[in-house]
């Protein structure tokens, strides 16, 4: 009795705590982000947005469309905190599944947005990673599938019969 309860997720860390009165130590490790998308049109934003990310967060999108077809993805609103290597918060598309870096398309930080990408095939990725300082408002983005050429001619054969 008198001693409030310690609240600490720094287990992960070696931080030993003793005899605190009062210890409020916010960890946002396990933020629910990221997963598979499926669709042919959908949004894809930062844990929060537009109120501030948490902290040391990594999601990880996969978005997957119909064979054939490939992925064109749009920022809408970017700001992540700024590294001239984007060492601490930032973004990376890949075209495809892996982390290959002869797939990656990009890695972004700071407050310009990233152009807009088209994959080569039906898969990108997109990595988003917030390091335990620095939070932002992050980025919003839509992505859609773009019909290919058998897409077109298939729905245009639709649209005549």
Same mark, same amino acid.
């Given at each position: 009795?008198?001693? !409030?309860?310690?609240?600490?997720?720094?287990?992960?860390?070696?931080?030993?705590?003793?005899?605190?009165?009062?210890?409020?130590?916010?960890?946002?490790?396990?933020?629910?982000?990221?997963?598979?998308?499926?669709?042919?049109?959908?949004?894809?934003?930062?844990?929060?947005?537009?109120?501030?990310?948490?902290?040391?967060?990594?999601?990880?999108?996969?978005?997957?469309?119909?064979?054939?077809?490939?992925?064109?993805?749009?920022?809408?609103?970017?700001?992540?905190?700024?590294?001239?290597?984007?060492?601490?918060?930032?973004? !990376?598309?890949?075209?495809?599944?892996?982390?290959?870096?002869?797939?990656?398309?990009?890695?972004?930080?700071?407050?310009?947005?990233?152009?807009?990408?088209?994959?080569?095939?039906?898969?990108?990725?997109?990595?988003?990673?917030?390091?335990?300082?620095?939070?932002?408002?992050?980025?919003?983005?839509?992505?859609?599938?773009?019909?290919?050429?058998?897409?077109?001619?298939?729905?245009?054969?639709?649209?005549?019969?």
């Amino acid at each position: 009795c008198g001693k !409030k309860k310690i609240i600490c997720g720094c287990q992960k860390y070696g931080i030993n705590i003793l005899d605190f009165n009062v210890l409020q130590y916010n960890m946002f490790i396990g933020v629910k982000c990221g997963g598979i998308l499926s669709a042919s049109s959908g949004n894809v934003s930062s844990p929060n947005f537009p109120s501030l990310y948490p902290y040391n967060t990594e999601c990880t999108w996969l978005i997957v469309v119909s064979e054939g077809s490939s992925v064109l993805l749009t920022f809408h609103h970017f700001e992540l905190e700024y590294h001239t290597d984007c060492a601490y918060d930032y973004i !990376k598309i890949y075209n495809g599944i892996s982390e290959d870096e002869g797939n990656l398309l990009g890695k972004f930080c700071g407050d310009v947005s990233p152009p807009q990408f088209s994959s080569s095939w039906n898969v990108m990725s997109i990595i988003f990673h917030s390091d335990r300082h620095v939070a932002r408002k992050g980025f919003s983005s839509s992505m859609m599938k773009l019909l290919t050429n058998l897409d077109i001619s298939s729905l245009s054969t639709v649209m005549t019969n």
